[in-house]
């Protein structure tokens, strides 16, 4: 696999003959046809190592697809049949070959419930590359009850791919994780109880084979009644032969400090979850200054810190599926920047003619123009080049995976990377 960075003159076609590839793979793999035009600094991928293949008497797109452990669909892609079940021996078929280079991982991706139509269509393109899927969220009460989410179609759907979903709970209230909704929960030992008793029955009901415990802004002097209630979650739910992981803020040292990050014990939940979910992401935030929203120095600055108090195979970084535009000047307080997927990036650097620059501190595409209100602009979005960084972190730290926010945000890249790289794990 390789990422070919767009430059004037450049076309699909004369990128293909360079790579030694087709440009219907090149197209595939990058959405180009959603594109008006390729556009200067931007990151394409060439996606696969090829072979040819030369059609014997009883071969099918099946049993070809078998021999080389490809998927049928990656065969009739690049070779652009129109009918797969008509080959014929003696044709000479273009085969995708995969090289999975840095390893086995798991793969988590958070989904917000939308409508049944948007849930199909999204699972239908993803559900292949998910261990976990993980619809947002169960919201708890103060009576540990549960606030019941449309996940029905969710559920249904990712049995088709074997994406085993996780039950996510939250302290979410009111537009924003609730304080003392979370310290109500962790003094009250019945109320903890009820609440394990709610989880418990909900999975059993939906077929929910894990749980993830997504508790912000907790109160800094409850850090050690978080870890308690987790360590009763885990009693309850193990002998039961559920999983159990939790989100974390991103630390780069033991901050005891502030309702984001005081709480959340990195040691205490590596010890006691089967898996963490680092949220490395939201450096640049909608509210904030222009910049990448996961800078790969500061995520580097996380695992550094992580890997030294929590086991590497129970770390899965957080990735974003998304970029924000800013209007300029940015002013505290000010006008709030617009999330857009990455392929939603490319369309508005299209429109109005803009190029593509690459922080290399950052590891981060960004771009900036003018709309027709002559406002100035900036985006930083994801791209080839900056998943690929992602990636590699996981690679050379060991890590058990990757964990997305949020699917449903168009970024066709990342996952024909992710599986050019890792063997993804099903359980």
Not at 9 to 26: L, M, N
Not at 150 to 163: G, H, N, R, T
Not at 325 to 332: A, S, V
Not at 370 to 397: C, G, P, Q
Request: glycine share 6%; net charge positive.
């Amino acid at each position: 696999m390789k990422i070919h960075v767009v430059k004037p003159g450049d076309s699909v076609w004369s990128i293909a003959r360079k790579y030694g590839t087709t440009p219907e793979s090149i197209m595939e793999a990058n959405q180009l046809q959603e594109l008006p035009y390729l556009i200067e600094g931007q990151a394409l991928v060439i996606p696969k190592t090829y072979t040819r293949y030369v059609v014997k008497p009883g071969d099918t797109v099946w049993t070809i697809s078998r021999k080389f452990g490809v998927t049928i669909d990656s065969i009739v892609e690049v070779n652009n049949l129109p009918n797969p079940n008509f080959i014929y021996p003696g044709m000479i078929l273009i085969i995708p070959i995969k090289t999975k280079k840095y390893g086995v991982i798991e793969v988590n991706g958070y989904i917000e419930p939308t409508t049944a139509e948007n849930e199909k269509n999204i699972i239908q393109d993803v559900g292949e590359f998910l261990t976990y899927i993980s619809p947002f969220s169960y919201q708890v009460n103060a009576d540990g009850t549960l606030n019941p989410i449309k996940d029905e179609v969710i559920l249904q759907e990712s049995k088709q791919y074997d994406s085993a979903p996780l039950l996510v709970i939250t302290n979410f209230r009111g537009g924003n994780f609730d304080t003392k909704l979370a310290h109500t929960i962790l003094i009250d030992e019945k109320i903890q109880n009820t609440l394990i008793d709610n989880i418990i029955k909900t999975m059993k009901n939906k077929g929910y084979k894990g749980l993830n415990v997504d508790f912000e802004r907790v109160p800094p002097a409850d850090r050690d009644l978080y870890n308690n209630f987790l360590r009763k979650v885990v009693n309850r739910l193990k002998p039961l032969g559920y999983l159990v992981s939790t989100a974390l803020a991103p630390k780069t040292y033991d901050i005891r400090k502030g309702a984001w990050h005081g709480a959340h014990d990195y040691k205490a939940h590596g010890e006691i979850v089967d898996f963490v979910i680092l949220m490395t992401y939201e450096w640049g935030w909608s509210g904030g200054p222009p910049m990448a929203v996961a800078p790969i120095k500061q995520v580097k600055k996380v695992l550094d810190y992580a890997i030294t108090v929590i086991p590497s195979r129970k770390i899965i970084i957080g990735v974003p599926l998304y970029g924000y535009d800013w209007t300029l000047p940015y002013m505290p307080k000010g006008e709030w920047a617009k999330r857009v997927s990455p392929q939603t990036a490319l369309k508005i650097a299209a429109k109005y003619g803009a190029k593509i620059e690459y922080d290399e501190e950052a590891q981060a595409p960004y771009f900036n123009y003018i709309d027709e209100e002559r406002n100035k602009h900036v985006v930083w979005f994801e791209d080839a080049r900056s998943i690929k960084a992602k990636f590699k972190l996981v690679y050379r730290y060991d890590l058990r995976g990757v964990s997305y926010w949020v699917l449903g945000l168009s970024f066709p890249q990342n996952w024909v990377i992710l599986d050019e790289l890792f063997v993804i794990k099903k359980v």
